[in-house]
């Protein structure tokens, strides 16, 4: 979470974790037998960008193990709660990514969620 989102602080960990909390229980989409974090982080391709640097190889420090415990136990936060991907743009969000529907930008980072039909099951969460 720390090495794609940090400079959007907490908050933007947060959503991060929550792509990721829901990339795991989605299997829909691009996350069909995703069961594990560790798969969903290094799916290829798919995965977080991060892990091709060397910033991610880094130890967690509390502040982002106290954050993860948080996503981990169910918490969403808006407009994270049913997204399945996120990028930083150089600009403005699309209004779609790769037919995915926007729901929201934070800081750098803009959220895309999939139509409820094409993934009911990240909407049970």
Same mark, same amino acid.
């Given at each position: 979470?720390?090495?794609?989102?940090?400079?959007?602080?907490?908050?933007?960990?947060?959503?991060?974790?929550?792509?990721?909390?829901?990339?795991?229980?989605?299997?829909?989409?691009?996350?069909?037998?995703?069961?594990?974090?560790?798969?969903?982080?290094?799916?290829?391709?798919?995965?977080?960008?991060?892990?091709?640097?060397?910033?991610?190889?880094?130890? !967690?420090?509390?502040?982002?193990?106290?954050?993860?415990?948080?996503?981990?136990?169910?918490?969403? $936060? &808006? #407009? +994270?709660?049913? /997204?399945?991907?996120?990028?930083?743009?150089?600009?403005?969000?699309? !209004?779609?990514?790769?037919?995915?529907?926007?729901?929201?930008?934070?800081?750098?980072?803009?959220? $895309? &969620? #999939? +139509?409820?039909? /094409?993934?009911?099951?990240?909407?049970?969460?």
């Amino acid at each position: 979470m720390r090495a794609e989102a940090e400079g959007d602080g907490d908050l933007g960990m947060l959503l991060v974790g929550n792509v990721g909390v829901n990339r795991v229980l989605a299997d829909c989409l691009d996350f069909k037998d995703i069961r594990t974090v560790r798969s969903m982080v290094f799916q290829s391709p798919g995965g977080f960008e991060a892990t091709q640097k060397g910033y991610f190889y880094q130890a !967690a420090r509390q502040n982002e193990i106290n954050l993860a415990r948080k996503v981990l136990k169910g918490n969403r $936060y &808006s #407009p +994270a709660e049913t /997204a399945l991907w996120f990028f930083k743009p150089y600009g403005d969000c699309p !209004a779609t990514w790769y037919n995915q529907y926007y729901s929201g930008r934070y800081k750098s980072h803009c959220f $895309y &969620s #999939p +139509a409820q039909s /094409a993934c009911p099951s990240v909407y049970r969460f």
